[in-house]
C-alpha cells in the first residue's frame, strides 16, 4: 500500500485553528470510517488523538477534531497553543488486516 | 496502565537478522481485545506498520507486503512479551523501530522507540 497523503508542514498563530489533510484512496480512507491520528514531540514516541475518524479518547482536549469526506480525512485543531507545535500522523485501516501512515505534517505555531 | 518496555541491538550488519523485544506490563500478551504490534519510522519512509500477533483462542499474525518475506512477530506468554525478526536486513531497514498495542483499528500505547542502524 502507498503512504497516505499529508500536507510537509502547515502552521499557524496562537488561538487560530488549523487543518490538516490526509489523503488515500477508495481501498483505505473511502472504504472504512477506520482513521486515526497521532501527534509526535521530537525524540517522543506517537501519541494517538483521535480513532475512528472522529472519536476523542479520554484526556484528549476537545481542541482536536477529526472528520472524514470521501478519501480524504482530516484533523482539525482549534485554540492552537504553543505545546500543540509538534509532527502529526493519519493512519487508516486498508483492508486485509494491513494498516497505512500518512507521511506525517509538522505543525508549527507561530 | 499499560506500558512497553523495548530492548535489541542497536546496530545490525547488512544481511542479519534485526531482532527486538517489546515486554508488556498492565496487560497481556495473549489478551482477547489486544493485537501486539512493530512499527517502524525512518525520515525516507515515515511511519510504517510492519505487522502484528494476537490472540483469539488461537494465535495469529498480519505482516505489511512490503516485509512479508523477511518478518516474523513472535509472543511469548512466559515472559509476557513479544519480539520482531526481521531477515535479510539493508540500509533501507535502518530506522527507528516501535512495539505498540493496537485496541480496534487504532494503536493506543506505544514503546519508547529503538533506533536500529544496519551498517557493517
Known amino acids: 500500500q502507498s503512504a497516505l497523503t499529508q500536507p510537509a508542514s502547515v502552521s499557524g498563530s496562537p488561538g487560530q485553528s488549523i487543518t490538516i489533510s490526509c489523503t488515500g484512496t477508495s481501498s483505505d480512507v473511502g472504504s472504512y470510517n477506520l482513521v486515526s491520528w497521532y501527534q509526535q514531540h521530537p525524540g517522543k514516541a506517537p501519541k494517538f488523538m483521535t480513532y475512528e475518524v472522529s472519536k476523542r479518547p479520554s484526556g484528549v482536549s476537545n481542541r482536536f477534531s477529526g472528520s472524514k469526506s470521501g478519501n480524504m480525512a482530516s484533523l482539525t485543531i482549534s485554540g492552537l497553543q504553543a505545546e500543540d507545535e509538534a509532527d502529526y500522523y493519519c493512519c487508516s485501516y486498508a483492508g486485509s488486516s494491513t494498516w497505512v501512515f500518512g507521511g506525517g505534517t509538522k505543525l508549527t505555531v507561530l | 496502565q499499560v506500558q512497553l518496555q523495548q530492548s535489541g541491538p542497536g546496530l545490525v550488519k547488512p544481511s542479519q537478522t534485526l531482532s527486538l523485544t517489546c515486554a508488556i506490563s498492565?496487560?497481556?500478551?495473549?489478551?482477547?481485545?489486544?493485537?501486539w504490534n512493530w512499527i517502524r519510522q525512518s525520515p525516507s519512509r515515515g511511519l510504517e506498520w510492519l505487522g502484528r500477533?494476537?490472540?483469539?483462542?488461537?494465535?495469529?499474525?498480519d505482516y505489511a507486503v512490503s516485509v512479508r518475506s523477511r518478518i516474523t512477530i513472535i509472543p511469548d506468554t512466559s515472559k509476557n512479551q513479544f519480539s520482531l525478526q526481521l531477515n535479510s536486513v539493508t540500509p533501507e531497514d535502518t530506522a527507528v523501530y516501535y512495539c505498540g498495542r493496537q485496541v480496534g483499528h487504532y494503536f493506543d500505547c506505544w514503546g519508547q522507540g529503538t533506533l536500529v542502524t544496519v551498517s557493517s
Open positions: 500477533t494476537y490472540y483469539r483462542s488461537n494465535w495469529y499474525n
Open positions: 498492565g496487560d497481556s500478551v495473549s489478551s482477547n481485545s489486544a493485537a
